[in-house]
DNA sequence: CCATTGTTTGCATAATTTGCCAAGGATGCC
DNA sequence: GGCATCCTTGGCAAATTATGCAAACAATGG
C-alpha cells in the first residue's frame, strides 16, 4: 500500500468486513434483514448465547454503523441502518452460490478425468 | 441460532467475510477488480510487505475461493474467480457511503441544536 | 549451475477476538 | 421503597490472527 489514500480506503472497507466476519453477527443481520427490528432479549433467545454477548456483538454492529438502536422502556430494539445492508448480504449470497458452483465443476473434473 | 441449519449458513458467510476483512486483502480483491490479474511480485511492490505475508494472504483468499492463480513460467497471476466479487465490493461502497451520508446528518444534528 | 519467482514452515511477538461472570445502570410495576 | 426485567460494561482467561524474518523448497528459464 504505497499510497496512503488506498490504505485509508482498503481500511475503511475492512472495518465494516470485520464488523460482519462473524457467524453470531451474520446471523443477527440476515434475522434483521428479513423480519425487521429485533429487541435484545429476543436475539438471545434465537442466538443461544449469553446476554452480555449478544449485547456486545450488538454493539460493534452499532459502532461500524450497520445498526441503530430505540429504546421503548426497557427493551432496546435494533435495526439496519440502511436496506443497502440487506442488499449487500444479497451480493454475499451470489459469492456463495459462485462459489459453491465453482468446486462442483472442479469435483466433477476430478471424478470424470482419465 | 437454535437452528443447526442457520448456523451452517451464518458460518459459510462469515468465512467469506473473514477471508477479506483485512485491509491488505481488500486491497488486493480491488487492485485485481479494477486493473485485473496481478502477479505475486507486483502486488508485494505495490502492498509493501514481505513476500510471505503476501503469499499468505494471497493463498487465504483462494482457500475461501475468491481467487484463482494461473502459472506463466516462474510468475503467478491471481485473479478473481468470479465478477460477482466485484459486485459484492461495490455494495460494500454503498453502505460506506449511506454510513457517512448518516455521520454527516447526526453531526450537523448536534451542531445545529440549541 | 544459477537466478528468479513463489510457497511453505517454524518461530516469536503482538494484537485482536470471543465469551462468560459479575457488577452496574435504567425503567417499570406494585 | 422494594423488586423484577432488560441491557450494558468491566474484568479476565482462552483462542485466534497478523506479521516479519529466516530458511528451506519447488519450478522455470537462461
Do not use: N, W
Not at 429485533?38 to 452480555?52: F, M
Amino acid at each position: 500500500m504505497v499510497d496512503e489514500q488506498d490504505k485509508l480506503r482498503a481500511t475503511a472497507r475492512a472495518e465494516v468486513l470485520k464488523a460482519l466476519a462473524h457467524p453470531t453477527r451474520v446471523y443477527i443481520v440476515d434475522l434483521i434483514s428479513r423480519e425487521g427490528p429485533h429487541c435484545v432479549c429476543e436475539l438471545t433467545d434465537r442466538i443461544g448465547a449469553d446476554t452480555s454477548t449478544v449485547s456486545r456483538h450488538l454493539s460493534l454492529l452499532k459502532s461500524a454503523g450497520l445498526l441503530f438502536d430505540r429504546k421503548e422502556g426497557t427493551t432496546v430494539y435494533y435495526d439496519l441502518t440502511c436496506d443497502c445492508i440487506a442488499d449487500f448480504m444479497s451480493g454475499l449470497e451470489s459469492v456463495l452460490r459462485a462459489r459453491h458452483k465453482r468446486a462442483q465443476a472442479a469435483f466433477s473434473a476430478a471424478v470424470g478425468k482419465d
